[in-house]
């Protein structure tokens, strides 16, 4: 499994656009670049996923390079309510069950 | 509404009880999973289960237990001889094979907080 690498904490105020950035070099041609948000206490939720260029949906955009070795989170305008823990993984698409791998994930703390 | 239920929210176990945690999904997916999160850290596989009567161990599966008898529910045995029980334990589920146009999302319960006492 392709491993990530984001960064431990990120602070931002209300009303501001967020990237968070994940690094996975060794990505494999089938894997997709996935999202999940998690809050205290609470399971994570999938946000966006993406395979190349540029996905958008209501929540985010994933900005991935050409080459897929990294990809970025953006939040635009976030709100206190986004305080929370964002995680980056890699999944195999082709194949059995997935199994999603968990780094500790970027502390997003919005502030007022 | 279709999800993922988790049951107890919180459990408190003695020394050297056994006590099983409940996951029911209604989504009709396929596999199930269990991961176990502690403080400030991120999620590790405990065990996952691609159809019924049939599930594998994933990283930390030692002192757990599980079993895969309907496609509804997939519940998990903390044993007594798992020395550090006390974590957050997460039930997710998700569809095997999507279809490409469909994102691989998994479907996570809203966990289970164990303590030992």
């Known amino acids: 499994l392709a491993k990530t690498t984001q960064p431990i904490s990120m602070d931002s105020y209300e009303g501001q656009e967020v990237n968070i950035t994940c690094s996975h070099n060794n990505i494999a041609t089938n894997d997709y670049i996935t999202w999940y948000q998690q809050f205290p206490s609470q399971g994570p939720r999938f946000i966006i996923q993406?395979?190349?260029t540029k996905v958008t949906n209501e929540v985010a955009s994933l900005f991935i390079p050409a080459d897929r070795k990294s990809s970025t989170l953006s939040l635009p305008r976030v709100s206190l309510s986004d305080t929370a823990v964002y995680y980056c993984l890699v999944v195999t698409y082709w194949g059995s069950a997935r199994q999603l791998t968990f780094g500790s994930g970027t502390q997003l703390t919005v502030l007022p | 509404d279709g999800g993922i239920t988790q049951s107890p929210k919180y459990l408190f176990r003695k020394e050297g009880q056994n006590v099983t945690l409940s996951c029911e999904q209604n989504l009709n997916h396929d596999a199930m999973y269990w991961y176990r999160q502690d403080p400030g850290q991120g999620l590790r596989l405990i065990y996952y289960?691609?159809?019924?009567?049939?599930?594998q161990k994933g990283d930390i599966a030692e002192g757990y237990s599980v079993s895969r008898e309907k496609k509804e529910s997939f519940p998990l045995t903390v044993t007594s001889a798992q020395k550090n029980p006390t974590a957050f334990y997460l039930c997710?589920?998700?569809?095997?094979?999507?279809?490409?146009?469909?994102?691989?999302?998994?479907?996570f319960g809203s966990g289970t907080r164990l303590t030992v006492v």
């Open positions: 997710a589920s998700s569809f095997r094979d999507p279809p490409p146009s469909q994102a691989i999302g998994y479907t």
């Open positions: 289960s691609q159809i019924v009567n049939d599930f």
């Open positions: 993406g395979y190349k």
